[in-house]
């Protein structure tokens, strides 16, 4: 992250701007752009429309900011944001810290579906690398062998963004999908187990999530 243009010697004064707006912050600036792109997505935020929103002149913008990257970084480290669970139950099992930590994951990404296409190049903000921190330190507690827990971590980083992506992309509506599975009935012959578990009309995304989820974590637990 760029310094602050003041923290640099030599450097002139701030631009002025619209005295009816708040004082720019990174924290204004990283809650705007992160509305920007839930409205517009990742190709609709520029740094003169983001200035706009904010109330700002684009020099007044860069002074906190070094680039549009800097933005997307901002935006990213605040919708992965993690609080933990509401309670915290000293005695309950790590399956349940785990499947909240990455249902929590999961739903803050759809929440602002460009995330997703974000993260991947991104992976080293700090509220990611808390949740992957947070991550390893209850799977090796739960007894996973440090030879295993890069494994672990990134097959269940795998199975998040894999899940989230698949849902974030998949637009059809019931219509759609009662008619691709029509169609799936038309050539049963040839796909027959796919047609008689109905497959094109399961659309119980959360569900599947999690039992996927348990299946991941049975592999997991100590023997």
């Avoid at 009816?20 to 990742?42: K, Y």
Wanted: aromatic residues 6%.
């Amino acid at each position: 992250m760029a310094a602050k243009r003041s923290d640099i010697p030599g450097k002139r004064a701030q631009p002025m701007q619209d005295r009816s707006e708040p004082p720019l912050s990174l924290e204004r600036i990283a809650g705007t752009a992160v509305e920007l792109l839930d409205a517009q997505g990742v190709s609709g935020l520029t740094m003169r429309k983001l200035a706009d929103r904010l109330g700002s002149g684009v020099m007044s913008l860069y002074w906190h900011v070094d680039n549009k990257e800097d933005v997307f970084d901002l935006a990213l480290n605040l919708v992965l944001e993690y609080h933990g669970p509401p309670q915290v139950d000293k005695s309950q099992d790590w399956r349940a810290e785990v499947v909240h930590m990455l249902e929590d994951w999961r739903a803050s990404m759809l929440r602002h579906p460009w995330s997703a296409s974000l993260l991947p190049r991104r992976a080293l903000g700090p509220n990611i690398l808390n949740r992957l921190e947070l991550l390893s330190k209850i799977l090796s507690g739960a007894g996973v062998a440090d030879a295993d827990l890069n494994i672990a971590i990134w097959s269940l980083w795998n199975y998040v963004m894999g899940a989230t992506i698949t849902r974030a992309s998949f637009d059809l509506t019931d219509d759609d999908m009662a008619a691709a599975q029509q169609c799936l009935t038309r050539l049963s012959e040839h796909y027959p187990t796919i047609e008689r578990s109905r497959l094109l009309l399961d659309n119980d995304w959360d569900g599947a999530f999690r039992k996927g989820l348990d299946f991941l974590l049975d592999g997991l637990s100590p023997r």
